[in-house]
């Protein structure tokens, strides 16, 4: 099994609202992330797992709260987003992130709209 | 911001003529990736080409890497209307440990029938 599957597909919510992306890999990758991308621009990386830890934060504001509860599932959890949030967010997932070998796998995303 | 710069922005073809899409980086690397993206959806990886390498093929591309000038090309032959997608090349420093991924801007390419 090769693919990294996201639920959900969409989601709209509220600036008040509370949600969770998901996102589920099979390969047994132990690294794991988490990008934004906006229309027309590349993905840009918000957090990496690195066996189940968190490794590597980019700066994200903390309304977005990763979590990593095993080394197959990486959830997003979002809470009281801007309407610039809006945006694809993609889920990836790579064996241990050797520089060599860092090919990633990507899910097909869950394109995010707040109103 | 981004490492990579990659041009064209855009490239509309006719079906079976060749793509060519060009990427520039400005830091030492430790390999350089492809990766295909087809409207709104998740990126495929293409290929990736180790800096001691200079050139990669996999089955209609063909990637080459010239690190004395910091540039790497994807030549797509024989075009199809399913190539039709945004093409991303990315980056690995050679000092980073975790092998992020610094992503160019990115080519839209249009396959018309």
């Known amino acids: 099994?090769?693919?990294?599957?996201?639920?959900?597909?969409?989601?709209?919510?509220?600036?008040?609202?509370?949600?969770?992306?998901?996102?589920e890999q099979h390969m047994g990758h132990r690294?794991?992330?988490w990008y934004k991308q906006k229309a027309k621009k590349p993905p840009e990386l918000m957090?990496?797992?690195?066996?189940?830890?968190?490794?590597?934060?980019?700066?994200?504001?903390?309304r977005f709260s990763p979590e990593c509860?095993?080394?197959?599932l990486l959830n997003l959890h979002l809470h009281a987003l801007q309407p610039e949030d809006s945006a694809l967010y993609l889920c990836a997932s790579s064996q241990v992130p050797w520089r060599n070998y860092n090919e990633q796998f990507f899910g097909p995303g869950t394109r995010l709209t707040v109103l | 911001s981004q490492q990579g710069e990659e041009d064209p922005q855009a490239l509309s073809i006719q079906e079976g003529e060749n793509a060519t899409m060009n990427c520039s980086y400005k830091t030492s690397i430790n390999n350089l990736q492809w990766y295909r993206q087809n409207s709104g959806r998740g990126l495929v990886h293409l290929i990736l080409i180790r800096s001691n390498e200079r050139e990669k093929h996999s089955g209609r591309l063909r990637v080459t890497l010239d690190t004395s000038k910091k540039s790497s090309s994807l030549l797509i032959t024989?075009?199809?209307?399913?190539?039709?997608?945004?093409?991303?090349?990315?980056?690995?420093f050679s000092t980073d440990s975790w092998g992020k991924l610094q992503f160019g801007a990115g080519t839209q390419v249009v396959v018309t029938p």
Not at chain 1, 2 to 22: A, D, I, R
Not at chain 1, 69 to 72: F, I, K, L, V
Request: aromatic share 10%; with cysteine.
């Open chain 2, 78 to 92: 024989a075009s199809r209307a399913a190539d039709t997608a945004s093409y991303f090349c990315a980056t690995v």
């Open chain 1, 1 to 23: 099994d090769t693919e990294v599957t996201q639920t959900p597909k969409h989601l709209v919510m509220g600036m008040t609202n509370k949600k969770s992306l998901k996102c």
């Open chain 1, 31 to 33: 690294a794991m992330y």
């Open chain 1, 47 to 62: 957090f990496v797992y690195s066996y189940e830890k968190l490794s590597i934060n980019e700066s994200v504001p903390s």
């Open chain 1, 69 to 72: 509860p095993n080394s197959s």
